[in-house]
């Protein structure tokens, strides 16, 4: 029997969020849907172990729990990559919760998107939990196809939005694990995928957000600081793929090379850094010989920051 989603769940010490997310996924329970939920456990010290046991003797999922070393967020979407059997993937994290009939929304626009090879996914929106209102820009026009790239730097969409991936792409891809770094952005992946696809992207809301205090969102700028080679990998694997690079739009292009030096000097240093930032491709000449200058100026403001 195929599956429709795969439901991921990455967590670090937060069992005490996982029955609120728990009970948005039973509000998504429906005949005509079927999904899993893969919970991958990044060294936790807390009491999961009891949440997990209540939630199999329930018997109301399909649940499969891992628990691993810790190694970052990233390292458990490795896991999810490898054993996702869902057609369609969803990070949800911890601190999320499914909007009531989320999956069935999705399942119905789906239905008329699996056979397009161009479309990677749908995209919708995210609801702020105190406030019910969206916690981000809506697009434009509902629905656009439209690529991670674009909204965020051609469009200059701000916020976080909730992602249905095709689980297929993923299934040849992984992060890097740098074992002085416990955090990689999300893109360095998912980017990719803009090269050749678009997503189904709507203002429908399919899930609702509560950003934690030492939560990813709101220490983004100190781990970015703290973990210099996943963030300069960010960028590189935009920068040296011309269908990449060519999405954002404008003086966004220079973000992408000035960000790029900025990180490599945080990862080497200022001569390693020079070195490594020759060899990226200069696809766009005015905007790799600026971000030169800008990203050397980032990095030394940042080390005055700190």
Not at 63 to 71: F, L, S, T, V
Not at 193 to 206: E, I, Q, S
Request: hydrophobic share 45%; net charge neutral.
């Amino acid at each position: 029997m195929s599956i429709d989603f795969s439901i991921c769940t990455p967590v670090f010490n937060r069992a005490h969020l996982l029955p609120r997310l728990y009970s948005s996924l039973l509000l998504n329970i429906d005949e005509n849907i079927s999904f899993e939920w893969l919970i991958v456990d990044d060294g936790s010290s807390d009491d999961i172990a009891a949440f997990i046991s209540m939630v199999k003797a329930d018997a109301k999922l399909d649940i499969r729990y891992i628990k691993k070393a810790n190694e970052g967020k990233h390292s458990c979407m490795n896991v999810f990559f490898a054993q996702a059997q869902g057609e369609l993937t969803l990070i949800l994290d911890s601190d999320d919760k499914l909007v009531k009939d989320a999956l069935k929304q999705v399942k119905g626009i789906w239905e008329s998107l699996a056979e397009r090879e161009d479309i990677a996914g749908i995209i919708g929106l995210c609801l702020d939990m105190a406030t019910k209102k969206p916690s981000a820009q809506c697009f434009f026009d509902d629905p656009i196809e439209s690529t991670l790239l674009e909204n965020a730097y051609k469009y200059n969409m701000k916020g976080d939005r909730c992602d249905f991936t095709r689980t297929s792409l993923f299934q040849d891809k992984s992060f890097p694990i740098y074992s002085d770094e416990k955090f990689m952005p999300e893109a360095v992946v998912t980017v990719l995928f803009d090269a050749d696809y678009k997503y189904y992207c709507t203002n429908l809301a399919f899930k609702e957000i509560e950003y934690q205090a030492d939560g990813l969102t709101n220490t983004y700028a100190a781990l970015a600081m703290n973990n210099p080679k996943g963030m300069a990998l960010r960028f590189e694997v935009v920068l040296n793929n011309y269908n990449l690079i060519k999405l954002p739009a404008g003086v966004n292009k220079l973000k992408f090379y000035g960000n790029y030096m900025r990180y490599l000097i945080h990862r080497s240093g200022y001569l390693l850094a020079y070195k490594a930032y020759f060899k990226v491709s200069k696809f766009f000449k005015l905007s790799w010989f600026a971000g030169f200058f800008v990203g050397s100026i980032l990095a030394f403001l940042d080390k005055i920051k700190k």
